[in-house]
């Protein structure tokens, strides 16, 4: 029902039921709080977003320019600033999610302070900021919601018949600030039943997508960092298990499962796969293992010996008990890892690479879809990428090969800022403008996201304040650079009182009290000052 015919049937009927005890009810406040407070629970946000993605991903494969993006946050406040800027500039959220970085969480929400990205941090904080994150986009509707229904008012106090009748179509067609997250739950944080539990939690929180990755729990490594270890396939698809699991008990039955793999950069594995015959899992997965043949009396003290295809086999085992991987097999391990778990329930999957390289991408790509024709990727524009570097060497490489005159470059040093405004690093610039139009089109990549952006973004523009404000410049420091930049581009947030919830609790207090209420936005309130 519209919300006109909300406010005037049901529950009018409902109050008047109850024959003048609850007289100082208005039936159209409730409906405002109750518009405000669409999603109710965790759970009615997962099922909603879950439908989301679950159309996008079907628009993707229809045409893969429709795909989507999203950026990390590391608190609700960053995440609902993110949607009220793209719904500002872009007057929808369609496309656009947000990502849940286990980095950052390591990094910037543990209670042991800043942690390197090895899940050591508090599983319980992962669900916890889900739930922090669907928070603040919840009041981002309850503020935008509040401010229609002060237009309405106003429309219906000057006898504005038209302002209102387009103030309520407003309020009928308004679009919700929540948008899907994908969540990152590392490796599981210890066994299947462990990344079940946990699974539970994010759900119920609001997850409707959770990422999870093939490294072992107690060894895990951030993707761009060495020293990663791997898990046969068994082991991590009891995990997927689990998490597809979790999404049914819960009534999610739309939940996406991201299944990434680490095998590009990971050269180790903790254990020998189980194989019971030629061919099967455990035995292609052990077929990539960096082995020497034995021969009679050549087996030593403490060998581990396994038999493929009636040979002797040692495995390379470091001091660490780990074993090692054949160099060389990593993009071979992607690509069965890839099919693998589409084969046994992932939905989108995430290679994580050394740099961002299209070709690179759909190399893989290409020999996974030949298996899976409609497997799509969530790919990590990543921050540990020097994505100018990196783009002026593919440049340069691809000018090389065309025969052009690359004298005038130094390869190794294309980062130097005198080359800023050469044709090549132009030509660099275009192709990282274009690189998730590119990428998606080419290597498909359905879902675009930067895991860590606004933790560099808060360290930038926290190191500029500091230096101005600090310096010569003082006071000047922040109006001239922040406060004046808030209100010349129309950021929301230059009324922090209104952004913390002020007008929505005087909403509240006139309800609750009428015309006996104490309110904040009255005239000495200094937030006049901004229109």
Not at 35 to 40: E, G, V
Not at 334 to 353: K, M, R, S, Y
Request: hydrophobic share 35%; with cysteine; proline share 3%.
């Amino acid at each position: 029902m519209s919300y006109q015919e909300s406010a005037t049937t049901k529950l009018n009927h409902i109050i008047q039921a109850k024959q003048g005890t609850w007289g100082g009810i208005n039936p159209e406040y409730v409906v405002r709080m109750r518009l405000q407070n669409r999603f109710q629970t965790g759970l009615d946000i997962a099922r909603y977003t879950a439908a989301i993605m679950r159309q996008d991903m079907a628009a993707y494969d229809a045409d893969p320019t429709q795909y989507t993006q999203s950026l990390g946050a590391w608190h609700g406040f960053i995440a609902q600033q993110q949607m009220i800027s793209v719904k500002k500039h872009f007057g929808s959220l369609k496309g656009r999610y947000l990502y849940l970085s286990g980095w950052m969480i390591a990094a910037l929400r543990s209670e042991f302070g800043p942690l390197p990205d090895q899940s050591m941090h508090e599983k319980t904080a992962v669900p916890a900021l889900i739930e922090e994150i669907y928070t603040f986009l919840r009041q981002a509707d309850a503020r935008e919601l509040g401010m229609l229904f002060r237009d309405l008012d106003a429309a219906r106090e000057a006898g504005d018949a038209a302002r209102e009748v387009e103030t309520q179509a407003k309020i009928d067609n308004y679009q919700t600030h929540i948008v899907p997250i994908i969540a990152d739950i590392d490796a599981g944080f210890g066994n299947a039943e462990a990344t079940y539990l946990l699974s539970k939690k994010m759900i119920e929180a609001g997850a409707c997508a959770i990422q999870i990755e093939n490294q072992v729990s107690d060894e895990k490594q951030c993707g761009h960092q060495d020293g990663k270890v791997t898990v046969p396939h068994e082991d991590f698809l009891a995990k997927v298990r689990a998490v597809r699991y979790a999404f049914l008990e819960l009534g999610v039955e739309d939940g996406v499962i991201v299944c990434r793999t680490d095998s590009l950069g990971a050269g180790l594995t903790k254990q020998i796969a189980y194989s019971s015959e030629p061919g099967d899992l455990g035995d292609q997965y052990n077929a990539y293992l960096d082995c020497e043949e034995v021969t009679d009396g050549t087996v030593r003290n403490g060998d581990v010996i396994i038999a493929r295809h009636g040979k002797l086999l040692r495995p390379k085992r470091l001091p660490s008990n780990l074993y090692q991987f054949r160099p060389g097999t990593g993009a071979d391990r992607c690509v069965l890892d890839c099919i693998t778990a589409l084969q046994n329930g992932a939905d989108l999957l995430w290679i994580e690479t050394e740099k961002p390289h299209i070709e690179q991408i759909a190399g893989m790509m290409d020999r996974i879809r030949d298996a899976v024709p409609n497997a799509k990727l969530v790919y990590n524009n990543s921050p540990s990428f020097n994505w100018t570097l990196n783009f002026r060497q593919q440049v340069f490489d691809a000018w090389k090969e065309e025969g052009r005159d690359i004298s005038a470059y130094d390869r190794a040093k294309l980062m130097a800022q005198n080359y800023d405004d050469t044709d090549l690093a132009t030509e660099a610039d275009l192709r990282i403008r274009s690189f998730q139009r590119d990428a998606a089109k080419r290597a498909g990549i359905f879902h675009h996201l930067i895991t860590l952006p606004t933790y560099h973004t808060a360290a930038l523009s926290t190191d500029n304040l500091s230096k101005r404000y600090f310096g010569d410049e003082g006071m000047l420091g922040y109006v001239q650079n922040v406060q004046r930049e808030e209100i010349r581009q129309g950021i929301a947030c230059v009324k922090h009182q209104n952004m913390a919830g002020s007008d929505i609790g005087d909403d509240h207090k006139e309800y609750f009290a009428g015309e006996a209420a104490l309110k904040a936005g009255g005239a000495h309130n200094t937030m006049g000052q901004f229109g």
